[in-house]
């Protein structure tokens, strides 16, 4: 148990779609990272957020953005969702330590 | 980031000694070894990081060669909770670039009875 809470678990949505994804940081984690894990991959950096900003960015197109609230709780935005972005959805959180703490995820299918 | 190698499966019996390799021969001087698992259909789990020393914590010992461009993870006492996914990471050292984190396909370590 990480102290990192996802939401929601699993949700399908259709091609062309948009998407909402929920992160509650661990309390007092000032930094959140996202990874998108396709099945039978690693997981692949999507961006960071530190103290509200992003703070670098993975090889991802601008569909895919976020947000960070000032209670370090953050949203991954997803437009005109592809096939291809069927994938699980990991938050991470860290506060200024290299120990990442990791949600369950969120496991996106995309029809 | 350094790039890794590791095998893609290992096997262990439970209650021995695990121990599991990674090349990383183009580290650079500040990149750190990471070492982080992933338990079926859960998210990856922290178990030790180091630079050049040896590490040791409750979860697992880390052993870094001298000229660091290869590390072994070892579980001392293998259980069969520890079957997982087993990720090798080379990562910088700077600022808050420890969230950025490259996995590659890692180990499969499957634990038998």
């Known amino acids: 148990e990480t102290g990192v809470t996802q939401s929601p678990t699993h949700l399908i949505k259709t091609r062309g779609q948009q998407v909402t994804l929920r992160c509650s940081s661990q309390?007092?984690?000032?930094?959140v990272s996202w990874y998108q894990q396709a099945l039978g991959q690693g997981p692949q950096f999507i961006f960071q957020?530190?103290?509200?900003?992003?703070?670098g960015r993975g090889n991802f197109p601008p569909r895919f953005s976020g947000l960070q609230f000032p209670n370090y709780s953050s949203e991954l935005n997803v437009n005109a969702l592809e096939l291809d972005d069927s994938a699980l959805y990991l938050c991470?959180?860290?506060?200024?330590?290299?120990?990442?703490?990791f949600g369950e995820g969120s496991r996106l299918t995309v029809l | 980031d350094a790039k890794t190698t590791q095998p893609t499966s290992m096997d262990c019996a439970e209650g021995r000694a695990a121990n599991l390799p990674c090349n990383h021969s183009?580290?650079?001087?500040?990149?750190?070894v990471y070492w982080y698992r992933q338990i079926h259909s859960q998210g990856p789990q922290y178990i030790i990081h180091?630079?050049?020393n040896n590490e040791t914590n409750e979860m697992a010992s880390l052993i870094i060669t001298e000229d660091r461009k290869s590390s072994t993870l070892i579980l001392p006492h293998a259980t069969l909770r520890d079957t997982a996914v087993y990720y090798c990471?080379?990562?910088?050292?700077?600022?808050?670039?420890?969230?950025?984190?490259?996995f590659g396909q890692g180990t499969i370590l499957t634990v038998h009875p």
């Open positions: 957020y530190y103290r509200e900003e992003e703070n």
């Open positions: 180091g630079l050049k």
């Open positions: 183009t580290i650079s001087g500040n990149e750190y």
């Open positions: 991470a959180s860290s506060l200024g330590a290299r120990e990442l703490f």
């Open positions: 990471i080379v990562s910088g050292a700077g600022g808050t670039s420890y969230g950025k984190l490259t």
């Open positions: 309390s007092g984690h000032n930094t």
